[in-house]
């Protein structure tokens, strides 16, 4: 990026401003649809500002790990598909993608937001796998709280096949039903640009930006997963704000995906 | 084979399995300079973690088209050793592990003085030989040494431990079953020089209250950890000058 | 003169980050300066001079300098100049030109045949910026390929020791042990002497600087050193 739209991107942020005339705290515009891909049990396709993420839930039937049988499996992945930016290429999965899924993964997962203990259907030999794909289609910045909400309305709009167990076999049902979900995780992400945090980071600020930090809350607002990134640094007080400011914020946007 | 576990992992006198107090550092032993091929390296256990970090460079990027022709390139490759937990882990490297690099690189390159050798690398290796708990945290404090035993210049030393929530206390250093069975780990890496924190994250739950004790508690045990380091790097030539200056 | 305020004692060990002084001091050798406050870069003995404060590194790696006189290994035989490995962090470059004193012809030079890999080479340092590799030149009598000898391999900011103050330590280290004694700023030296012994002593007693480098008395001990192990050398009848 242009040196100068750099230095014009750290002096407004000093003074309280964005380039695109948002506040500090505020949100790009969000775009949320649900159903989007319709081989998948779920989907979900979020556009927040420029940046869009779609993200499919599919559903399968496994083996528990040995040493929670009697629990379904949760797996995040994600790509960062090479049509999304010039700066993705086709390959196996690097750092940025793996970060990205680990830390969607830890919002859905430590929240406990998916009733794992119902999804078993024959303790240590059958339960279900809940796989999410996160799928970037467009990078502009953010993609961690793209990916995340996506995640989470994916994983509301998700269904489930009704199943008896007969004689040892597993027989389909007609009908559905929907994923058990307890918990609503919603994670916000700031920049920090001349030691001052903002939310929400586009593709420019990201670039200027010295660290980020991501912080996921809950439905009844505690914290259950938290990732620094980037080659800075904060001071505790800025972490502190930025938890009370998450917590804030996520109440807004979970409005967007939770009705009711 | 999975570990058993126990029944409880804090007794009723806020006394830990290892008999530690929820504000206790497991026990730590550092050394620099303990392989010989390398520009610079340390060894750290602390508890049962055991692991060797050693830096190569500064010296030529390859391939060419990596280098960055305005500051050093620093890579980091954290690693566990097949045999270092209780089930075999493959070589191959995990998810978890390509998440550790790079959150290790990230908490270390704000210590660094990158802008002083453009176009060379910074090879970061580290090994963990037996995991207990916490690895990060000791690996980012031994690789912190391993850098200033290259004599790479650094703006100071990084320390870095983990604090959380178990059984309903806030704890300090978590070890693998404390990890396993807690509400809430939270990995911190401390840099005194900036009063800052360059690597932070979080898994559990936690009021936002607790999670200001224990990002406190963490940054508290960094601080301790950060003396020990820094004795270790003046024991070698301490121990010489005592030695011949009688 | 009234000395400014500081946190360490002269010569004391410091490591990365410690606070060394404040304000007034200006931020010498392996120092750097933020918000008015001195802090140590590498581990090393702080010393206060004057309103300078520096350290002396115990552990850094050779940055090359314009006028330096380095020992190096050539790694590979490029078109028209060889790469040495003169252990910085970037490889340096002698131009074949530079060792013909003439312009390179490539169908009759053969470079192998001056300088192949795995020779030293003593040369000086005549050109570096941090955009381009050092260049080298061996057109100084004294420079070229090392023919015979011993390298050992210390510290570059131990070198100063080896030399001594006016060249007090490796003058008593040449008559003691009878040997050529070259000393490359990038911390690579050169012993050559007429015996295997000699040289042998001369190769410890370097690695003995370079271990206590950071003690005092040193010239002292290694003086005594060398005299006794002589001494032993010379009563089982060998020459030094």
Request: hydrophobic share 40%; charged share 30%.
């Amino acid at each position: 990026m242009v040196r100068v739209k750099q230095k014009q991107i750290a002096e407004l942020v000093s003074l309280g401003k964005r380039l695109d005339g948002r506040g500090l705290t505020d949100y790009r515009e969000i775009q949320l649809e649900v159903g989007v891909a319709g081989r998948a049990e779920g989907s979900a396709r979020v556009r927040l500002g420029k940046t869009e993420v779609m993200v499919g839930t599919k559903i399968e039937l496994g083996e528990p790990f040995p040493d929670v049988p009697d629990k379904g499996v949760l797996t995040v992945n994600a790509e960062l598909v090479p049509l999304a930016s010039p700066t993705f290429e086709p390959g196996p999965p690097k750092e940025d993608s793996i970060e990205l899924a680990r830390v969607v993964d830890r919002g859905v997962r430590e929240s406990k937001m998916i009733a794992l203990e119902e999804l078993c259907v024959e303790p240590g030999k059958k339960v279900f796998i809940v796989f999410v794909d996160v799928y970037v289609l467009n990078h502009d910045g953010n993609l961690i709280d793209a990916s995340a909400l996506a995640a989470l309305a994916a994983l509301l709009n998700t269904k489930m096949f009704k199943y008896e167990v007969k004689e040892g076999e597993i027989k389909v049902k007609p009908g559905y039903t929907p994923l058990p979900v307890k918990n609503y995780p919603i994670a916000v992400t700031f920049a920090k640009i001349n030691d001052k945090l903002i939310v929400d980071p586009w593709l420019e600020e990201e670039q200027v930006m010295d660290a980020r930090i991501t912080i996921t809350t809950d439905k009844d607002g505690k914290i259950c997963a938290v990732q620094k990134g980037g080659y800075g640094h904060f001071t505790t007080q800025q972490i502190l704000e930025a938890a009370k400011i998450a917590k804030e914020k996520a109440e807004e946007l979970r409005k967007l995906v939770v009705k009711g | 084979m999975s570990q058993k576990k126990p029944e409880k992992s804090i007794d009723e006198n806020d006394v830990r399995l290892d008999g530690r107090g929820l504000n206790d550092l497991r026990p730590i032993k550092i050394e620099v300079g303990v392989l010989g091929n390398a520009d610079g390296s340390a060894y750290i256990e602390q508890g049962k973690n055991k692991i060797l970090a050693a830096v190569y460079g500064p010296k030529e990027a390859h391939p060419k088209h990596l280098a960055i022709p305005d500051r050093a390139l620093l890579r980091c490759r954290y690693h566990m050793a097949p045999f270092s937990v209780e089930e075999r882990k493959s070589p191959a490297p995990s998810r978890r592990e390509v998440e550790l690099s790079k959150v290790i690189r990230e908490a270390l390159e704000p210590a660094v003085f990158v802008e002083y050798y453009p176009r060379t690398s910074i090879d970061l290796f580290i090994e963990v030989l037996q995991a207990d708990g916490g690895t990060r945290g000791a690996a980012i404090t031994a690789a912190s040494l391993a850098l200033a035993d290259a004599g790479i210049p650094m703006r100071g030393l990084v320390a870095a431990c983990a604090a959380g929530k178990v059984e309903g206390r806030l704890v300090l250093d978590l070890n693998d079953i404390e990890d396993k069975g807690g509400e809430a780990d939270v990995p911190l890496a401390w840099m005194p020089n900036l009063n800052a924190i360059t690597l932070l994250q979080m898994d559990g739950s936690l009021t936002i209250d607790e999670f200001e004790q224990v990002v406190n508690m963490a940054v508290e045990g960094c601080k301790k950890i950060h003396g020990l380091q820094k004795e270790t790097l003046k024991a070698k030539y301490v121990a010489v000058k005592e030695e011949v200056e009688e | 003169m009234m000395n400014l305020p500081t946190f360490y004692e002269r010569r004391e060990i410091v490591t990365p980050g410690d606070l060394l002084a404040e304000d007034d001091y200006v931020a010498g050798d392996n120092t750097y300066k933020e918000d008015g406050k001195i802090y140590a870069m590498r581990v090393g003995l702080v010393e206060y001079d004057d309103r300078k404060v520096f350290v002396v590194a115990l552990k850094a790696f050779y940055v090359p300098s314009v006028g330096d006189i380095v020992i190096g290994k050539v790694v590979e035989v490029g078109l028209g100049a060889w790469i040495i490995d003169i252990r910085a962090p970037y490889p340096a470059l002698l131009r074949a030109s530079d060792a013909l004193n003439r312009p390179f012809k490539p169908q009759r030079d053969d470079m192998p045949s001056i300088l192949d890999v795995g020779d030293l080479v003593m040369a000086k340092i005549v050109a570096y910026d941090r955009t381009r590799a050092p260049l080298l030149s061996i057109r100084e009598p004294d420079l070229g390929k090392v023919e015979r000898g011993q390298i050992v391999e210390i510290t570059p900011t131990k070198i100063p020791r080896v030399i001594g103050r006016k060249g007090s330590m490796v003058t008593m280290l040449k008559q003691e042990t009878n040997c050529q004694i070259t000393v490359g700023q990038n911390g690579v030296i050169l012993v050559s002497g007429r015996s295997p012994k000699g040289e042998q002593l001369a190769v410890m007693a370097i690695r003995k600087i370079d271990e206590e480098a950071h003690t005092s008395g040193l010239t002292d001990r290694v003086t005594q050193m060398v005299r006794s192990e002589k001494r032993g050398v010379e009563h089982a009848s060998e020459e030094i």
